[in-house]
């Protein structure tokens, strides 16, 4: 119970909330946006339709510390910082390349007969994204999310970065509080909060793991 009352007048609770916040709205982001890109990239014809996705993939080798000083200046102008902002709202512009890779993949091994025969049937293209390709793509949806929950529950940097007011703390900015310079650490409640704070993450990969492993079985296959 020490540990969670936290430090101060916040308590635990709080950060669990600001965390379950955050990665719920980035899971929901991620799956539409990055889904609907995967699907022009893979579905789709337009012009530059091949250099767009070089160039995309070629932002994966690009290190996030590059961008971090103009994407702070930017959401610092935009008077985002010390809000959630900065960590959500790029979700719904997919910019995480990975996860359009990894969608693109999968949706490329489904057959293109059944694209066909949605059009026959008067599907237009959001049609056949809506009810063709979303409930088919259901295993790489799922990695998707599983990957955007861990990677920002986990994320310290960015929280740090953006977030100021221990109101708005996350479940790892809390943690940090029970660190003291002066030697004084509370690593008691350190440490049981440390286990608690695993417990969604294990929660979510073991309810999801079997399409999880479908998911990733099955991106590399093209048909």
């Not at 996860?99 to 066909?116: A, G, N, T």
């Not at 007011?165 to 943690?175: A, D, N, R």
């Not at 909060?193 to 929660?203: G, N, R």
């Amino acid at each position: 119970s020490e540990g969670w009352k936290g430090i101060g007048i916040v308590g635990f609770g709080t950060f669990f909330k600001n965390s379950f916040v955050i990665c719920i709205i980035s899971c929901i982001a991620n799956a539409v946006f990055c889904s609907l890109t995967a699907f022009a990239f893979a579905r789709l014809k337009f012009i530059g339709k091949k250099l767009w996705f070089a160039i995309m993939m070629t932002t994966l080798m690009l290190p996030s510390h590059v961008t971090t000083i103009p994407r702070y200046i930017i959401f610092r102008s935009f008077g985002w910082i010390n809000t959630f902002l900065p960590i959500i709202i790029p979700k719904f512009f997919a910019t995480d390349a990975f996860f359009i890779f990894l969608l693109v993949q999968f949706i490329r091994s489904l057959p293109k007969d059944m694209d066909e025969a949605a059009k026959i049937d008067g599907c237009g293209k959001f049609g056949i994204y809506s009810r063709i390709i979303m409930p088919l793509s259901v295993p790489a949806l799922i990695t998707t999310i599983l990957f955007t929950f861990l990677w920002t529950w986990d994320d310290f940097f960015n929280q740090l970065l953006y977030l100021t007011s221990p109101t708005k703390y996350t479940v790892p900015m809390g943690l940090r509080l029970f660190l003291d310079s002066s030697g004084m650490s509370l690593w008691g409640p350190m440490f049981a909060m440390s286990v608690l704070s695993l417990v969604p993450a294990f929660t979510l990969f073991f309810s999801l793991q079997k399409y999880f492993v479908k998911g990733i079985a099955t991106t590399g296959i093209k048909g």
